[in-house]
């Protein structure tokens, strides 16, 4: 029993540890976006449901010793992909679409590994179950959910601000080596032991069994209910990702919760019930009242609340949705002769979600309305399962009063769901000039009253944040209002260099207004992410068109094209990069200063835009700077006039003449975060510089 729980517990391990070491390698290759945690979810589904298939295929077709010999081959084959390490010739060259490399990537860096992996929960079980009839296989299922979650709680405050991401992959493969011999022995030592096919047999191919096969209706429900729980992950997600930052801590915490409720509702050992800790009687009130909540604040605030309730608030409601889900597959879990079938289906139902979120909605959806769609879906699919297990009989009684009640209430809580998912979809729909949507998120552009003066403004949104603006009529539309007004750190640090031809490098477009501090003779090279949004800025603003600089666009992500980029001897660089508010942690590093450095001319600064609401990040660009021998400054701006914003800028330069310039004689202080430290590729912890 030691053998096959260790494989299942260190298989488990493994399988999500991997989940973050992997994308925290490719993300700054593609942006720092969001999205790429929810391709590579895909991805790991995807495998998922592969491993799971070939597990269900094995254990029904294959005779033990056949078992043993066929996964050890693979066990062995999957040795090669040793170490985990993705290849530098996978980053992706301008104008890549990016989901398919991803995949790609994936699969030729930890495809067999993780699929090996993956079959593991449902193989080792099937051999338990088969040499151990009387043991309770399905504890083994919680263990390894509870393998998951250790993993996933032990990266962001130990793994990952303790070792790097080089080491962290030799030392997972060091730790696969061992699963591969714990995972052989378990075939080997299942198919050592005689009457185990035979018995087997007899239990999956008679009619006459004590336990029947499941029913139509019970795959569809459970393909239904574990679609809808990753429907829901991926969802809330990517709701709480879009405006704090792509990093593991902040995706880790939902898959945490999906974890959980597996562990809580298969702990089916003792007095526990079949769905172990849940019970409808307390499940789908919480569940209810968390809906009405996730979707009230989502048209009323947009999304945009205090980061530490709204992480609270769609974290619990993630929760409840998960146990309703899980712990409804629970309690209709079929006997362990048809455990694999089982798994199989939630396997299927999980790449679904993951690949409607994934793949299929970013190209029928111009926004983001997949939280809202499966909110509704939680709902509808709580009235049905309360309809059908509604108790027969006749007379009042108040089982049957709360029974019929429940679908009631769940349809009314969903109808409420609905009306203000059909708000905010309006809202974000409603006067919008231009929606899109893509890899990197939606885009629409909408015109307000803005200022003091009640000027009309035209402006772009990424996600909730408002990525610049530019008066509608034409005698105002060259003015540098948004975050480039007179007095930012910015202009102030672009006016430094007003003694002749400048030569500036950005990172990041928006709309363009930067550009309307170009003069004759100056020349702008821009750096653009998003194809969506350069597109936008040629066609709905005016910036681009009416600068008096050259102007040269470069798509694809900024810091990769700068280390491929011979030196352009820039004045200064721009890094105003923050999609939707996140925090693209790869333009911050040590290393990407140094890209930058490479491209600057004597004399040249950096400037960082780091008005955020959620992060601190003047302190690390300070360590940063320090680092490399280069000083920063801190440059607050809080204009009285609605037409700006207030910034906050931090230069970085080795030029101690800007320092002392009388510009910049009013920088803040900037205070220091204790035990953070500067960050590097390999080494970096948003923890410290969360506000």
């Known amino acids: 029993m030691l053998l096959f729980a260790s494989t299942v517990f260190t298989s488990a391990f493994l399988l999500f540890l991997v989940q973050p070491i992997i994308a925290k390698q490719i993300l700054p290759w593609f942006g720092g976006n969001a999205s790429v945690w929810t391709i590579c979810m895909v991805f790991f589904q995807l495998l998922l449901l592969g491993g799971y298939a070939y597990a269900d295929a094995l254990v ?15 066990l062995a084959a999957s040795l090669a992909f040793l170490p985990i390490l993705a290849a530098e010739s996978w980053k992706p060259a301008p104008d890549t679409e990016p989901t ?26 099937a051999w338990f179950a088969r040499s151990f009839p009387s043991a309770t296989v399905y504890r083994l299922f919680a263990l390894s959910n509870f393998a998951s979650l250790l993993a996933l709680i032990a990266y962001p405050p130990v793994i990952e601000p303790a ?24 075939a080997w030592k299942a198919a050592a032991k005689p009457n185990v096919a035979a018995v087997f047999a007899t239990e999956i191919s008679s009619e006459n069994t004590a336990n029947s096969p499941p029913r139509t209706a019970e795959y569809l429900l459970w393909l239904a209910l574990s679609a809808l729980g990753s429907l829901m992950l991926l969802a809330v997600t990517s709701h709480i990702t879009q405006n704090v930052a792509s990093v593991p801590f902040v995706w880790i915490v939902p898959l945490v919760l999906y974890l959980l409720s597996f562990i809580l509702v298969f702990d089916v050992g003792g007095a526990r019930a079949k769905s172990g800790w849940y019970a409808r009687a307390w499940g789908l009130p919480a569940l209810f009242a968390l809906m009405v909540g996730m979707s009230w604040f989502l048209y ?127 809202y974000i729909h409603s006067d919008a000039i231009v929606m899109k949507r893509n890899f990197y998120g939606t885009l629409r552009v909408k015109e307000y009253d803005r200022g003091r003066d009640e000027q009309m403004t035209r402006a772009l949104v990424h996600g909730v944040i408002n990525h610049g603006w530019q008066y509608t009529d034409p005698a105002l539309r060259t003015q ?29 477009l928006g709309v363009g207004v930067f550009m309307a501090w170009g003069r004759p003779g100056d020349s702008f090279r821009i750096y653009e992410l998003d194809p969506d949004v350069v597109r936008i ?42 999609s939707s508010g996140s925090i693209p942690i790869h333009l911050l590093t040590r290393e990407a200063l140094q890209a930058y450095r490479r491209h600057l001319a004597p004399g040249g600064v950096v400037v960082y835009n780091v008005t955020n609401r959620f992060v601190n990040l003047a302190p690390l660009l300070k360590l940063v ?43 803040d202080d900037i205070e220091p975060i204790p035990g953070l430290s500067a960050w590097t590729d390999t080494f970096n912890n948003l923890f410290k510089v969360v506000r």
């Open 60 to 74: 029904r077709r294959c005779v033990p010793r056949t078992q043993a010999i066929v996964h050890s081959v693979l």
């Open 100 to 125: 398919a490399r991803i995949l790609l990537l994936l699969f030729s860096t930890i495809g067999l590994p993780y699929f090996l992996l993956s079959t593991t929960g449902p193989l080792v079980q």
């Open 163 to 186: 070792i790097s991401l080089q080491a962290q992959s030799w030392a997972w493969s060091a730790v696969y080596l061992v699963f591969a011999g714990l995972c052989a022995a378990s």
């Open 300 to 426: 009323q605030n947009l999304g945009v609340m205090d980061i530490r309730y709204s992480i609270a608030l769609y974290s619990a409601g993630l929760f409840a949705a998960c146990m309703f889900c899980h712990g409804e597959l629970a309690a209709m879990r079929p006997a362990p002769q048809y455990l694999t079938r089982f798994y199989l289906m939630i396997s299927i139902g999980g790449a679904t979600g993951g690949l409607f979120v994934g793949l299929i909605a970013p190209r029928i959806f111009t926004s983001f309305i997949e939280l809202p769609l499966a909110l509704v879906s939680c709902g509808a699919l709580a009235a049905l399962l309360s309809w059908r297990s509604a108790p027969d009989g006749s007379g009042f009684t108040w089982r049957r009063f709360l029974a019929f009640a429940t679908p009631v209430a769940a349809l009314a809580v969903t109808a409420t769901v609905a009306w203000h998912g059909y708000k905010y979809y309006d």
């Open 480 to 508: 540098p209002i948004s975050y480039f007004g007179p007095g930012s750190g910015i202009a102030r640090a672009l006016e430094y260099y007003d003694k002749g031809p400048r030569r500036v490098g950005v990172i990041g």
């Open 537 to 578: 800025a040629r066609e709905q603003f005016h910036y681009l068109a009416d600068s008096k600089a050259k102007i040269e666009i470069v798509t694809g992500d900024g810091r990769l094209n700068m280390e491929r980029d011979a030196p352009q001897r820039f004045d200064l660089i721009s890094v105003d990069a923050f």
């Open 625 to 667: 700077a320090e680092a490399e021998g280069m000083q920063a400054l801190l440059i607050n701006d809080d204009p009285s006039e609605n037409k700006y914003s207030g910034t906050a800028y931090v230069l970085v330069t080795d030029n101690t003449t800007l320092i002392a310039d009388k510009r910049f004689a009013n920088a």
